[in-house]
């Protein structure tokens, strides 16, 4: 199963103390499961690691994510996609990021999102499908 992975998911993963510390760990234990890293996600969340956990760590957990998960690009395609989302969903405050995980999603026809943004996927009605399977 091919999941886009979420910048709340990654940061949950990452802080021990978050409360969605081990719903993320377990997560990624899933059996078949292929996490995908959508670029859009590392500048979000390079910037919670370092605000909340510092340097050092934000540095040492970029390392690892970008050896253990398969990263996935924008798209000069995509960006129609997003501005739509945006203006579509602007009474939500939809981001930027968020908007760009699902148009890659629609485009590699991925179904499942790993998020502790339940409100925002599950609010978006893809092109692809009738609804995103979140995880955890």
């Known amino acids: 199963m091919i999941a886009l992975v979420d910048t709340g998911f990654l940061y949950a993963l990452f802080d021990a103390s978050d409360m969605h510390h081990k719903d993320a ?3 990624l234990q899933t059996p078949g499961l292929e996490p ?10 390079a910037y919670l690691l370092q605000a ?3 340097h050092a760590q934000m540095r040492a957990y970029l390392k690892d994510l970008l050896t253990d998960l398969v990263l996935v690009s924008l798209n000069p395609e995509d960006l ?3 501005n739509t989302l945006l203006a579509e ?4 405050n939809l981001d930027f990021v968020d908007a760009s995980i699902v148009a890659m999603a629609e485009r590699l ?4 999102i790993l ?7 599950l609010l978006i ?5 009738q609804y995103f399977t979140i995880l955890p």
């Open 115 to 121: 998020t502790i943004d339940r409100r925002d996927f």
């Open 80 to 82: 129609p996609r997003i």
């Open 52 to 54: 909340r956990l510092g």
């Open 25 to 27: 760990v377990e997560a």
């Open 36 to 45: 995908l890293l959508p670029d859009t996600v590392i500048v979000e969340l």
């Open 109 to 112: 026809h991925v179904r499942h």
């Open 89 to 92: 969903y602007a009474d939500a």
């Open 125 to 129: 009605r893809p092109k692809h499908i």
